[in-house]
């Protein structure tokens, strides 16, 4: 059953590409930018799990906990300090803004500890469960956990909570929520802190999952990430979560063909074909510009 | 016509620029470290002139350019060090392929805006990069040996014969329709142009200077490999267009040799030296996002006529 | 004044979504006409000119143009053919200075290539020479020459209005669509701005499509009017016959806007 056991490989990463996208999706949502520092909030997430379990001697959940926490921080102070000036720049403006803040944090980290990759810890004994005749590992059933809960609690605020109903509202129409007396930077806030809490918890497992991590680990996962927010059609939460999980088995697919180092292709390979296909994505609506 | 007045204005500067250097360089005062940062130099101002053709004049906002570098490379590479052919056919053949691939990634994706046409571009520059990585003719991801043959003469001679192409093609009724297009594509397409024709137009001789740019870069190294063609390569000479000034044709040259010096200096310290590009660009979009130059020209900060547009 | 048929549109409709925003257009206009398009707020105008200039494509009906087929056709084709527009919300190219934003709809009377142009050819010099010349008297007759190089976002208003016209002028139309062009005016303004109209009207030999919220103004220079109101023709004819028709006053209750 080697198929189904690429399934699973497929689906793991395909959670954390989905993780990271729905920060990427959440934001263009609501601000109409794409913030390329999301992937860098992913890395910086993988690190600060790193310290917590290798240096503090955290187990995996506090370490997961803590990490979304400090991302979810870095993320506000972001949005505040970069973007938040930014509502009526240009597009461009704000796509070179959102790279530069990018730069700004990869190199930071560089510049502090150097460029060296890291070994994750291993805070699960590896052991394989046997379901099928595939060999699932237990790491990738801690991912699929993991990923599951987050979606849960992700679908609980957006929907049935006060400030979800807000960022709908918002990213809807700003103005009509500023007139019907939301607070609509706090609610940009808010976004930012889930998006980013999301991130962190992706480059977490990300690290768990593939044992090493370095300071630009974030910048291909964070595109990819972002072309499976665009594969689901941007903006929608749901789409996010389908283009991840696509994105996830088909890159596994092709180096489960023995095409590994076309792996990254496939995905730019998707984002043209979608884009030139269905911009709107499979879960997205048509805009139409008024003239 | 003042036009022209500016064009020979143009050729009579670069004429002194490069006789001085020349009477440097024979007199010994430039070693050939400072040689390799003026070729550097030249390398650079082509690549940020030739994306803010796209950028700058058109309005469409491409992040791949490092791809079309990464074409005229390889295939110059190929043309001189596989074929045994001369630099010049190299330098042309890099730079007409580097088109054609501009063609073809121009068509598809110029019908995208914005942030989509961004990411597209960008998509394809990595695409192209990775097809590089995979071929073995050209060394893979351990990269291709290519001899030195660039000489500062060649660098410059095509520096100028690209902003000279660039700027007569800003200054005559095709550019101004593409910057009609930058401006209100709408209203562009409704006064009789043809967007979509003059954005794959402005497209494609951007990724042909591109190309040029870097035939000249695969040899003045001695190595060419694919992730020196990746995308932070294209964010680098994003940041040429946007730091000079969306629209303006000597700003971007301004500050693609600008940063050409500062990383030069830098060079030691790698990490300092984007920090520091970062923070420029984050202060610059927040308090001057029109760039240094804004859409001006530097002839129109000591002009006798008054002019507005781009002009050279 | 000739009668021949310039422009015609059977049965025009378009649909985004579930939503018909207009449906069953019929006009014509004969070449020479001076007709009024009018209708309350909402009621289509804007969604027909662009129909009829490519910018939306209509989901049922046929455009011809001077016994051309309009369907399918982009803006600028249809521009090409002879149709050309100013916008309601002025859509001027604002960093470009007025004589630039002029030469660009010029831009299809210049034969100069675009090798002729990058290796400064004398075509490219002629070419560029005639454009110059003919957009300067473009801007002569609406007043604008003095302003030619100042950029267009710094004109005043009703300037920036008067140079969309130049500037539609200046793409060689049979047909001129004008979306509310005294829109923002004061009474002088428009006044002056409906003798321009005449008076391009006659040196230019066009025909010409207005749409105007100023009831007056369209009773007094339009031939004929046609009346949309929520996405349909409710009437057609002379001022005479709209200032009476029934349905045209209920359409209109409430705003006042029929003496």
């Not at chain 1, 056991?5 to 729905?22: D, E, H, K, M, R």
């Amino acid at each position: 059953m080697e198929w189904l056991q690429q399934l699973v490989n497929g689906i793991s990463l395909g959670s954390i590409y989905a993780l990271i996208a729905l920060g990427y999706t959440m934001v263009y949502g609501i601000i109409k930018l794409i913030n390329f520092a999301h992937g860098d909030v992913f890395m910086l997430g993988a690190f600060i799990g790193f310290y917590a379990i290798a240096r503090w001697d955290l187990g995996f959940f506090p370490a997961l906990i803590i990490a979304m926490l400090l991302c979810a921080i870095i993320g506000v102070i972001i949005e505040r300090v970069a973007y938040k000036r930014l509502r009526n720049a240009t597009r461009i403006a704000a796509l070179i803004t959102a790279i530069g803040v990018s730069l700004l944090i990869e190199y930071t980290v560089i510049f502090f500890r150097g460029a060296s990759p890291e070994a994750y810890p291993e805070v699960f004994a590896n052991k394989s469960i046997n379901i099928l005749g595939a060999n699932i590992s237990s790491i990738s059933i801690v991912i699929l956990a993991v990923t599951v809960v987050l979606m849960i609690l992700l679908h609980f605020i957006v929907h049935k909570t006060k400030i979800g109903k807000a960022m709908r509202a918002v990213s809807h129409d700003a103005d009509a929520a500023r007139l019907m007396g939301i607070n609509v930077d706090n609610t940009i806030s808010a976004t930012f802190a889930i998006g980013s809490a999301l991130a962190g918890a992706a480059g977490v497992i990300f690290g768990l999952y593939y044992t090493r991590i370095e300071p630009l680990m974030g910048v291909l996962p964070g595109l990819k990430a972002f072309v499976a927010a665009v594969l689901g059609g941007i903006g929608s939460i749901p789409g996010a979560m389908t283009g991840g999980l696509v994105l996830g088995v088909v890159e596994t697919i092709v180096s489960a063909l023995g095409y590994s180092l076309w792996r990254d292709a496939a995905a730019f390979v998707i984002l043209i074909l979608i884009l030139i296909l269905k911009p709107s994505g499979i879960f997205g609506k048509n805009t139409r510009e008024k003239v | 016509m003042k036009k022209s007045k500016a064009f020979w204005g143009f050729l009579v500067l670069a004429l002194v620029i490069y006789a001085v250097v020349q009477g440097m360089i024979s007199g010994g005062m430039l070693d050939l470290y400072y040689q390799n940062i003026l070729i550097q130099m030249c390398i650079n101002v082509m690549l940020a002139v030739s994306l803010h053709i796209v950028i700058g004049i058109t309005g469409q906002f491409s992040i791949g350019h490092a791809g079309f570098m990464a074409v005229g490379a390889y295939v110059s590479a190929i043309v001189t060090m596989k074929l045994g052919l001369p630099l010049i056919v190299a330098i042309l053949l890099g730079a007409v392929i580097s088109a054609l691939a501009g063609l073809l990634v121009g068509i598809p994706t110029l019908r995208l805006k914005g942030d989509y046409l961004a990411i597209a571009t960008l998509g394809f520059a990595e695409i192209i990069r990775i097809i590089f990585l995979n071929v073995d003719y050209v060394g893979g991801a351990a990269g291709m040996v290519v001899m030195n043959m660039t000489t500062w003469t060649y660098a410059f001679v095509a520096v100028v014969i690209t902003i000279l192409v660039i700027a007569n093609f800003t200054n005559s009724r095709h550019g101004r329709g593409c910057i009609s297009i930058r401006e209100d594509e709408i209203a562009s397409d409704a006064m009789g142009i043809n967007t979509t024709y003059y954005k794959v137009i402005a497209f494609t001789i951007g990724a042909f200077f591109a190309g040029v740019a870097g035939a000249i870069y695969s040899h003045n190294f001695f190595i060419i490999q694919p992730t020196t063609f990746n995308f932070l390569k294209s964010f680098d000479i994003l940041i040429y267009v946007v730091l000079g000034g969306l629209g303006s044709l000597s700003g971007s040259v301004i500050a693609a040799i600008f940063l050409t010096v500062v990383s030069a200096y830098l060079s030691n310290f790698p990490e300092t030296r984007m920090i520091i590009y970062s923070l420029v660009l984050i202060i610059v979009m927040l308090y001057r996002p029109t760039g240094l130059m804004g859409t001006k020209e530097i002839t129109s900060l000591f002009k006798f006529g008054k002019k507005g547009g781009s002009k050279v | 004044m000739t009668s021949n048929l310039l422009i015609k549109a059977e049965n025009v409709g378009i649909q985004f979504g579930g939503l018909k925003a207009v449906q069953n257009v019929n006009l014509y206009l004969n070449s020479g006409e001076l007709i009024g398009l009018i209708g309350p707020n909402g009621a289509g105008k804007t969604t027909t000119f662009n129909m009829l200039t490519g910018v939306y494509q209509p989901t049922e009906g046929t455009i011809t143009f001077d016994g051309k087929k309009l369907n399918g056709l982009k803006p600028f084709q249809v521009t090409k053919l002879g149709i050309s527009r100013t916008f309601q919300n002025i859509r001027l190219f604002k960093d470009l200075s007025v004589l630039d934003n002029v030469k660009v709809a010029n831009h299809n009377l210049a034969k100069h290539s675009l090798f002729a142009s990058i290796f400064r050819l004398p075509s490219h010099f002629a070419g560029e020479a005639k454009m110059e010349k003919e957009s300067i008297e473009f801007l002569k007759i609406f007043g604008l020459d003095i302003y030619k190089d100042e950029l267009a976002k710094n004109l005043p208003y009703g300037m920036q209005r008067r140079l969309e016209i130049a500037r539609a002028l200046a793409a060689n139309p049979k047909l001129l669509l004008l979306d509310e062009p005294a829109a923002g005016m004061n009474p002088q303004e428009t006044r002056e701005l409906m003798e321009l109209i005449a008076f391009i009207r006659k040196e230019f030999g066009l025909t010409i499509l207005l749409i105007e919220h100023d009831m007056h103004l369209v009773m007094g220079i339009c031939e004929r009017i046609y009346v949309l109101d929520h996405g349909q023709l409710i009437a057609d004819g002379t001022p005479e016959e709209i200032r009476n028709n029934p349905k045209v006053i209920e359409a209109y209750l409430g705003e006042e806007v029929i003496d």
